[in-house]
Nanobody, 125 residues
């Protein structure tokens, strides 16, 4: 069974950093495109970053470009989202998602088939 489990969220002050992890099981990570998404209270789901199958393409939302970095550790079956210089507007539940054999990197959640349960990130003084 394919599963994705997010971790690493928490409370951080503005300007701080967090690294989110997405541990995957039940499939070969390198066969899937992975995306990170977030949803703030009262807001629609927003694409944050993505990494195409094989790591040949990456993309970032304009709001997080140059602050967030997506990466994979194939040996650990884990995808990371390094978040630096966090802002209050980054507060949301963050989800990772996967799509099999997807080479493209898109920030549309409807393109992804499998989802984790999310981890809360709160940026506040």
């Amino acid at each position: 069974q394919l599963q994705l489990v997010e971790s690493g969220g928490g409370l951080v002050q503005p300007g701080g950093s967090l690294r989110l992890s997405c541990a995957v099981s039940g499939f070969t990570l390198d066969d899937y495109a992975i995306g990170w998404f977030r949803q703030a209270p009262g807001k629609e789901r927003e694409g944050v970053s993505c990494d195409g199958r094989g790591g040949f393409a990456t993309n970032y939302a304009d709001s997080v470009k140059d602050r967030f970095t997506i990466s994979r550790d194939i040996a650990k079956n884990t995808v990371y989202l390094q978040m630096d210089n966090l802002k209050p507007e980054d507060t949301a539940v963050y989800y990772c998602a996967a799509r099999r054999l997807f080479v493209k990197c898109v920030l549309n959640g409807r393109e992804y088939d499998y989802w984790g349960q999310g981890t809360q990130v709160t940026v506040s003084s």
